[in-house]
């Protein structure tokens, strides 16, 4: 079965630019979740989508946004980039039958901001 | 909030010498409690789990269990490789009023750990 695929894997923006990354989770999975992780603040959640509605969120500003199609499949878009931005972004998936919180990390995307 | 605090790193250790990572989380509720590991240049994998207390997660030789009475997840090995060198990470999944979330996770900061032949 293939894993969580995120593209894509690197890439290079400048201020003010916005970027779109995309999450392929694994077949059957409903729950895709995003995480950005930078050597300061560690990992940090940002937000969980199941069957296409954002369920929870974390303490982003609104630039940061994410939705889910119908084929499980999710973006998230971050606008009017800022230095501070780059970081990893990773993605996970759940089958939601399993226990929250088990997840299946793609090996994410990697974002500079110049 | 809730909140994870680990062993600050880096921990460098020779073969076989014995790990503890200790991990320590403040949360409302029942969590469940989490390992993660990030080997290098690769994304974050799931070591092992433990729903509720008295539960031990174990997995290649890992083990940790869950104190509810100090609020603690301490990471265990009793002999380690070369190739156990990698961030380790404890987590918590949150009890949330509403509903539940399979996604949500608060990580620790991680620990490095490099591990010598």
């Known amino acids: 079965k293939a894993g969580v695929t995120q593209t894509p894997r690197y890439l290079i923006k400048t201020r003010g630019q916005q970027v779109t990354l995309s999450c392929s989770p694994i077949?059957?999975?409903?729950?895709v979740s995003w995480y950005q992780q930078t050597p300061g603040q560690g990992l940090q959640f940002l937000f969980e989508?199941?069957?296409?509605?954002?369920?929870n969120k974390g303490n982003f500003p609104g630039r940061f946004s994410g939705r889910q199609f119908s084929n499980s499949r999710s973006e998230m878009n971050v606008s009017t980039l800022e230095l501070g931005d780059s970081a990893l972004y990773l993605c996970?998936?759940?089958?939601?039958?399993?226990?929250?919180?088990?997840?299946?990390f793609g090996e994410g995307s990697r974002l500079t901001v110049l | 909030g809730d909140s994870v605090t680990q062993m600050e790193g880096p921990v460098t250790l020779s073969e076989e010498a014995c790990l503890t990572i200790n991990c320590t989380y403040t949360a409302t509720g029942y969590p469940s409690l989490f390992w993660y590991v990030q080997y290098p240049g690769e994304g974050l994998q799931l070591l092992l789990k433990?729903?509720?207390?008295?539960d031990k997660g174990s997995n290649k030789g890992f083990e940790a269990t869950y104190r509810k009475e100090t609020t603690s997840f301490h990471l265990e090995k009793g002999s380690v490789q070369v190739s156990d060198s990698a961030v380790y990470f404890c987590a918590l999944s949150p009890t949330l009023a509403g509903g539940t979330s399979y996604g949500k996770l608060t990580f620790g900061q991680g620990t490095i750990l490099t591990v010598h032949p």
């Open positions: 433990a729903t509720k207390a008295d």
């Open positions: 077949s059957g999975h409903r729950s």
């Open positions: 996970a998936s759940s089958p939601a039958t399993s226990v929250p919180g088990e997840l299946f």
């Open positions: 989508y199941f069957s296409e509605t954002q369920r």
